[in-house]
């Protein structure tokens, strides 16, 4: 048994009865009790992953093991798994305790109406829902049938929890507040589970580790800072960071990084970070904005579009080549849309990339 292969997908493809092949070749492993998050934009095949681990969808090709032993062929309520739809999926004509114990009671393995009680009250009372046990779910918020879900789910002690969303229906404070105690719910309970989100922020905030996707493919399988730190490409270099990065086109000759309206000498630059030896030619440099920071004399004279107020700082927008781009500018710096400043960008932080997309420093 190996921990750290808690959760495997080998080679997992599917394609589905139209043609389309959602997944294509992906494998990853997820360490027992740990939390992780399956991001990426609509459409990228969060969904299809989710339900080929539950069995409700089975894989073209591929592998997936728990603990050690293949699940494909095993049918889905003998997998193990508690799972947490979008929508809930409670039944509405059933009062919450109903709802919870309701897992206990059906199939071969149910328990006496006494037992099945008492361990749906121990769920209840750590997802905080006791006071509403003869309430119908068509008379809570979303955030108590939430709650409600989770216990429902959690009720039949799974080794692995799946989550789909369960957050996206709920208003943006009530989010916040929800994804806190679903970490620390998973935590204490010790269970191993896999929540898919779009959101950039809620992966970061509750992951232990996140795996990226788009278009059916596995881009960046990393600790949440990694994503910012050392994006594997450009897509998860603009997919990951609040405000997006800023991207310029350049041209490296032999002695610099050239573009419309700077130059930087490759003797700035840190030789050892380039993955490899570069041809002269056409690349995209890119720097999140709070790493191109106005500056006396810096290296980028910009006029100042607008300035945003986003909480704690603000977002100095300006226009570059024929896009709009962004610095990360503090409350105290007194710049207004219509200045002309200069900005300075940390070297260090840069990122560059191939034209299709291939992270080469
Ligand atoms: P979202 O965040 O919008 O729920 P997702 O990342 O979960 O998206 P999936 O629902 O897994 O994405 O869908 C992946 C791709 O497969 C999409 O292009 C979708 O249109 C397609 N797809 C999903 N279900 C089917 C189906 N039954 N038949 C054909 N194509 C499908």
Known sequence: MDNNKFVEVKNLRKVYDNGHEAIK?????????????????????????????AGLLSPTAGEILFDGKSMVKVAPKDR?????????????????????????????NKCSKAEAKKVAQKYMQLTQIMDLADQKPGNLSGGQQQRVAIARALVQEPKILLMDE??????????LKIREEIRSLVKSVGITTLFVTHDQEEALSIGDKIILFNDGVIQQDDL???????????????????????????????????????TIPLALLDASRFKRNLPNGEYILSVRPENITPQKDGFLRVRVDDVELIGRERILKFTY?????????????????????TLQLKFNRIFIFTPGGERVY
């Open 25 to 53: 070749n992906v494998s990853f492993s997820v360490k027992k009790g740990d939390l992780v998050c399956l991001l990426g934009p609509s459409g990228c095949g969060k969904t299809t992953i989710l339900n080929m681990l």
């Open 80 to 108: 193990h798994i508690g799972y947490v739809f979008q929508n809930y999926a409670l039944y509405p004509h059933m009062t919450v305790l109903q709802n919870v114990m309701f897992p206990l009671t059906v199939g071969k």
């Open 224 to 262: 949440g800072q990694n994503f910012y730190l050392e994006p594997n490409n450009y897509f998860v270099a603009n997919f990951i960071g609040n405000p997006v990065i800023d991207n310029f086109k350049v041209i490296k000759t032999d002695q610099e990084l050239r573009s419309s309206q700077f």
């Open 321 to 341: 080549d024929q896009g709009q781009a962004r610095s990360l500018i503090s409350l105290e710096e007194s710049i207004q849309p219509g200045d002309e400043i």
């Open 166 to 175: 369960p957050l996206s229906n709920l208003d943006a404070r009530l989010r």
